[in-house]
């Protein structure tokens, strides 16, 4: 295939890398108060990817790149579920970053530019383009935690992050390498074709190393440790993108790369399937336990999102297509739920600054009785009760882990699941019955409203307005990588 | 033994000791200086199996900058290590659990590992015939030129991305626009006309100005 060819498949990552250096060298040159057009013009750009990925050549599967890279129905739906996401935190950013005095260009550039890498990753069947876009990705994202630079915290944060990132590089290579060793290919194609008997053990040990770089990602325990603090660390709105673009994306490769690359034809699906149900069960407990002793909100999100990350790895556990569709399927709807709850942090604003603290929402139903409802709602379908869109995120993890025979797993998951319902009702709880805390300021910008209305709109109604919809491309996307 | 033989071993051994004494030597600057010995010493290891691109990427990239950037941290920054150490003895049990856990799975592999049956192929370094035989063919950077903006232009581009991500962070984390320095423009010295600085005055005798 000539280079011509490749180039049209790719074009939606072209254009962001194109657009994100165009904007970067707009933002140099113009006066600092225009600087809010950058952000227009990311959301923009991102816009135009999403159609491109959709409408395009890029929307025809194809392997290009010597098989570094792929357009298929898997790709396609991960890849407009993230930038989805990005769109949403970068309207989030907008009024918090002015007020913090963090409005600086480089800001939707940079997300710009993680988003190019998650597009990237999510595409590549290749061991090598894995760690290229997931480096591109994690690097502009420590830069993004550190972006308070001022702050303690914040700086602690980025440090931290970045110093437990690049170990968890360090692990994935090896392991990488030991794939390479054993096998002699980086395609996942080759290596699924090159393993036999003989270098079982070797590749097994390859394997487990990549999964654990990969479940440092999509922070799953025992990986989880850097999570709590980053995303206390870290400015709001940039925890609010932490939280929903990067760890779809990383769910994502993680489920291309066990199943393209160690299918269940060479018998290699019980060799990981055992360490997933390990990490999905160790991530549901540590999730469901610690959470209950936080005192700050984005620690709460911090440990529920660990929690969540094990129920979605129950559906990866599976194994079979179905597996692969629930977690896609849950990914997406954690996805609305964070996203929206951290438009409603967002809100948490008093004039002395931002309040982070669980206790600061007592009485919020008598203060701000619309807050506390959306609140309240978003609690709820986190919890994973009945009606909200949260349940059926639940429901479809557990049949597909229920059909594939993991009834431990789903024991477990159904017990964490009620000890998780604690501390979610606990915040609805100080919302509803507790005195009424110093009101909150009522200036957060149409920007953060909207997409709190929206999120709660849409796990209110989701099962009449997406899941219909949802299921069906989930279903089709997960179908491509068998 | 041939001379190449020899060199090989020198290297392996200079390689390995060096290895170890960056992780046992108490002075920080001495692991520095050890650290660069040894990527001296696999440099000499890439030269003997024909890698002489990658022995040279070696010495100019790790010696020339990483090591070099190194040994100013360690030497600039006033790190106290004796406090650093004394969180050891608390650690230790679970340094010494992930240790063992580890070295299993690495004797696992070392186990599971097959040696090449030819002895040509097990041998880790080439022979002076080898070495001249290798001169005829394209060498290593012409090998890489030719597919590294053909087969592997994708990864490529990622990288100069990664690269440009890098330098975005550098600046935006570390450059801060100070008000209030004397900044040289030279964009307005150079457009300084001279009626702007000096004026021609004719000054008449006994009068002043």
Same mark, same amino acid.
């Given at each position: 295939m000539q280079l011509g060819d490749n180039i049209s498949f790719?074009? #939606?990552?072209?254009?962001?890398?194109?657009?994100?250096?165009?904007?970067?060298?707009?933002?140099?040159?113009?006066? !600092?108060?225009?600087?809010?057009?950058?952000?227009?013009?990311?959301?923009?750009?991102?816009?135009?990817?999403?159609?491109?990925?959709?409408?395009?050549?890029?929307?025809?599967?194809? !392997?290009?790149?010597?098989?570094?890279?792929?357009?298929?129905?898997?790709?396609?739906? !991960?890849?407009?579920?993230?930038?989805? &996401?990005?769109?949403?935190?970068?309207?989030?950013?907008?009024?918090?970053? *002015?007020?913090?005095?963090?409005?600086?260009?480089?800001?939707?550039v940079l997300i710009l530019l993680s988003v190019l890498g998650m597009s990237l990753m999510v595409a590549s069947t290749d061991l090598i383009s894995v760690y290229m876009g997931i480096e591109l990705q994690s690097l502009a994202l420590y830069i993004l935690a $550190?972006?308070?630079?001022? /702050?303690?915290? !914040?700086? *602690? &944060?980025?440090?931290?992050?970045?110093?437990? @990132?690049?170990?968890s590089s360090g692990l994935m290579l090896y @392991?990488?390498?030991?794939?390479?060793?054993?096998?002699? &290919?980086?395609?996942?194609?080759?290596?699924?074709?090159?393993?036999?008997?003989?270098?079982?053990?070797?590749?097994?040990?390859?394997?487990?190393?990549?999964? /654990?770089?990969?479940?440092?990602?999509?922070?799953?325990?025992?990986?989880?440790?850097?999570?709590?603090?980053?995303?206390?660390?870290?400015?709001? #709105? %940039?925890?609010?993108?932490? &939280?929903?673009?990067?760890?779809?994306?990383?769910?994502?490769?993680?489920?291309? %790369?066990? %199943? *393209?690359?160690? #299918?269940?034809?060479?018998?290699?699906? /019980?060799?990981?399937?055992? =360490?997933?149900?390990l990490v999905s069960i160790l991530s549901m407990v540590v999730g469901a336990f610690s959470a209950i002793a936080q005192k700050n909100i984005k620690r709460l999100m911090a440990y529920s999102s660990i929690g969540h990350m094990g129920y979605a790895l129950m559906g990866l556990a599976a194994g079979t297509s179905q597996g692969i569709s629930s977690v896609l399927v849950y990914m997406t709807i954690y996805l609305i739920m964070t996203i929206g709850t951290f438009a409603c942090i967002l809100m948490m604003r008093r004039p002395e600054g931002m309040a982070e603290n669980i206790s600061d929402l007592s009485g919020l139903s008598q203060t701000r009785p619309g807050l506390a409802i959306m609140f309240s709602a978003l609690m709820f379908s986190l919890a994973g009760i009945p009606i909200f869109l949260g349940f059926f995120a639940k429901l479809y993890v557990f049949m597909a882990a229920v059909n594939a025979g993991l009834?431990?797993? =789903?024991?477990?998951?159904?017990?964490?699941?009620?000890?998780? $319902?604690?501390?979610?009702?606990? =915040? =609805?709880?100080?919302?509803?019955?507790?005195? #009424?805390?110093? *009101?909150?300021?009522?200036?957060?910008?149409?920007? %953060?409203?909207?997409?709190?209305?929206?999120?709660?709109?849409?796990?209110?109604? @989701?099962?009449?307005v997406i899941m219909p919809f949802l299921n069906i491309a989930a279903e089709a996307a997960a179908a491509t990588l068998f | 033994m041939t001379f190449a033989g020899i060199a090989f071993w020198a290297f392996a051994i200079s390689t390995v000791t060096f290895g170890l004494l960056v992780?046992?030597?108490?002075?920080?600057?001495?692991?520095?200086?050890?650290?660069?010995?040894?990527?001296?010493?696999?440099? +000499?290891?890439?030269?003997?199996? +024909?890698?002489?691109?990658?022995?040279?990427?070696?010495?100019?990239?790790?010696? +020339?900058?990483?090591?070099v950037l190194f040994l100013f941290v360690v030497m600039m920054l006033d790190v106290d290590f004796a406090e650093l150490k004394s969180g050891f003895a608390e650690y230790l049990p679970y340094g010494v659990i992930v240790g063992v856990v580890l070295l299993v799975n690495i004797g696992l592999v070392v186990a599971a590992w097959q040696l090449p049956t030819d002895p040509q192929l097990a041998q880790p370094y080439l022979t002076g015939a080898e070495m001249t035989a290798n001169l005829e063919g394209p060498n290593n950077a012409e090998a890489l030129g030719m597919v590294l903006y053909t087969d592997y232009i994708h990864y490529f581009q990622i990288a100069g991305m990664v690269l440009l991500v890098a330098m975005i962070g550098a600046i935006i984390l570390t450059f801060r626009e100070r008000k209030g320095i004397k900044k040289q423009n030279p964009g307005d010295q150079a457009a300084r006309k001279r009626e702007d600085a000096v004026e021609v005055v004719s000054v008449q005798t006994g009068k002043g100005i």
């Open positions: 790719a074009f #939606p990552e072209i254009w962001l890398a194109i657009s994100a250096m165009a904007l970067l060298m707009i933002g140099v040159f113009i006066d !600092s108060k225009y600087h809010r057009f950058i952000s227009f013009g990311a959301i923009f750009s991102i816009f135009v990817a999403l159609f491109l990925v959709n409408f395009g050549t890029a929307s025809e599967n194809a !392997s290009l790149f010597n098989g570094a890279f792929v357009t298929d129905g898997f790709g396609q739906f !991960s890849k407009s579920v993230i930038y989805v &996401a990005a769109i949403f935190a970068i309207i989030l950013s907008d009024r918090f970053m *002015e007020r913090e005095r963090l409005a600086r260009f480089e800001y939707p $550190t972006f308070n630079r001022d /702050s303690r915290r !914040s700086t *602690e &944060a980025g440090l931290k992050y970045f110093v437990l @990132g690049a170990l @392991g990488m390498s030991l794939i390479y060793g054993f096998t002699g &290919a980086t395609t996942f194609e080759a290596i699924a074709a090159g393993a036999d008997e003989a270098n079982r053990i070797g590749l097994i040990f390859g394997m487990v190393f990549l999964i /654990s770089g990969l479940s440092f990602k999509v922070s799953a325990a025992p990986f989880h440790m850097w999570t709590p603090d980053v995303y206390e660390g870290s400015p709001t #709105p %940039v925890t609010a993108f932490f &939280a929903a673009a990067p760890k779809f994306a990383a769910m994502a490769i993680f489920a291309r %790369v066990l %199943v *393209e690359a160690f #299918p269940a034809a060479t018998d290699a699906l /019980s060799d990981w399937q055992q =360490v997933i149900v009834f431990v797993l =789903v024991v477990v998951g159904a017990l964490s699941s009620v000890i998780a $319902t604690y501390y979610y009702l606990r =915040v =609805v709880k100080i919302i509803w019955m507790d005195e #009424p805390a110093p *009101e909150f300021e009522r200036d957060a910008g149409p920007g %953060v409203k909207g997409v709190a209305i929206l999120s709660t709109v849409l796990i209110v109604a @989701g099962i009449v | 992780i046992l030597a108490r002075n920080p600057v001495h692991s520095v200086l050890c650290l660069i010995t040894t990527f001296i010493s696999v440099a +000499g290891l890439f030269v003997l199996m +024909g890698a002489e691109y990658l022995a040279f990427l070696l010495i100019i990239v790790y010696v +020339g900058a990483v090591a």
